[in-house]
């Protein structure tokens, strides 16, 4: 059986009796349930003693192929010849089962390294691990039990919360208020300028930006993301969100709750996005528009309007999808009926 208490010390299992992955993971077992697992990897790698899983119908291809000794996947998925562990979520449940093969990442203990550099007036929780070469300004308050790692700079009257995780060499600028539990990969940039600037005689003028940045709790910020700070208010990012590498948050702009937003997508100044929104990868967003909730930019698609609640929009200008999956189809036959359009334009005697 696993054990219901906490693993200690990085606790990892060398192997597990199916039926006992199958409990864990509240899974329906088709097979053999004594088989013994040893490790976990993806479907196309998986040896024998291996567990999987399979989660989107593109790698259904694999399932008979794969070599793992046990597949978890959906209910609606069967096989005739693989041991399988039906779930309603058979990404979360391989989620679970990750940590029972693999150690944890170290924790990182408390204490404050020699070098780092901390105003006299900042105020650190208990249980705080500041690393080398960090930087933290006056009047900056960081929560209990959080860390700072090497090289990270948070600038003044700056806070941060409960259990939350600077990796090294990101960027805080100064007043930037970031919540509990939120992590924020390495060269990450918060509260830089927004673009902003008054163009007149030929030249462009700097706009000041007094605004600040929010972060609400469990946000998790991807590496080399930058968030501007508002001009006047503020830039919320809002609890739950996520935000991939490389992604770019302009001035002003609000971020919904539980938003997904994948790498290299930018965000104009003063767009919003409602709550469980998703932003594909290379998408873009012009300023002042609105995202209703749980709206869907697909990959590379170019938002130049407001998009209502529960649409999911495409292309470049992006447009509803079952329009722009029209716009391809007939996009795709412009050779074809060019083709027969000089065959045409020949028919009638024109120059072709």
């Known amino acids: 059986m696993i054990p219901t208490r906490p693993r200690k010390n990085n606790e990892v299992f060398k192997s597990l009796a199916l039926k006992d992955i199958a409990e864990l993971v509240e899974g329906e077992l088709v097979g053999d349930p004594a088989i013994t697992i040893t490790g976990i990897a993806g479907i196309k790698e998986a040896k024998k003693g291996d567990i999987t899983f399979l989660a989107n119908v593109k790698y259904l291809p694999f399932l008979e192929e794969t070599q793992a000794s046990a597949v978890i996947t959906s209910e609606a998925v069967s096989s005739k010849t693989k041991t399988l562990i039906r779930t309603k979520n058979p990404s979360e449940a391989f989620s679970k089962v990750i940590p029972c093969f693999t150690a944890a990442r170290e924790m990182k203990s408390s204490g404050i390294h020699p070098t780092a550099v901390i105003a006299s007036d900042a105020r650190l929780g208990g249980g705080v691990h500041i690393g080398p070469h960090a930087v933290i300004e006056s009047g900056v308050v960081v929560g209990d039990h959080s860390v700072i790692e090497a090289n990270a700079f948070i600038g003044k009257g700056s806070s941060v919360g409960l259990n939350t995780h600077i990796y090294p060499n990101v960027s805080i600028y100064e007043r930037t208020c970031i919540g509990n539990n939120v992590i924020i990969h390495s060269g990450a940039v918060i509260g830089s300028d927004g673009f902003g600037y008054e163009t007149a005689d030929g030249r462009h003028t700097k706009i000041q930006h007094v605004g600040i940045v929010q972060i609400d709790d469990d946000v998790e910020i991807g590496s080399n993301v930058s968030i501007d700070r508002g001009r006047f208010q503020k830039t919320w990012i809002k609890k739950g969100a996520k935000i991939d590498n490389l992604v770019q948050i302009a001035h002003n702009v609000i971020v919904g709750e539980n938003c997904l937003i994948i790498s290299q997508a930018g965000v104009s100044g003063s767009s919003e996005l409602g709550k469980n929104v998703v932003v594909a ?42 329009e722009q999956k029209k716009l391809f189809a007939y996009i795709a036959r412009l050779p074809e009926l060019f083709k027969e359009f000089a065959e045409f334009k020949k028919k009638l005697g024109y120059k072709v």
Do not use: F
């Open 281 to 322: 990868g290379q998408a873009g967003i012009v300023g002042h528009v609105t995202l209703g909730e749980n709206a869907v930019v697909g990959a590379r698609a170019g938002v130049t309007k407001s998009v209502p609640a529960d649409t999911v929009v495409l292309g470049q200008p992006a447009k509803p999808l079952a």
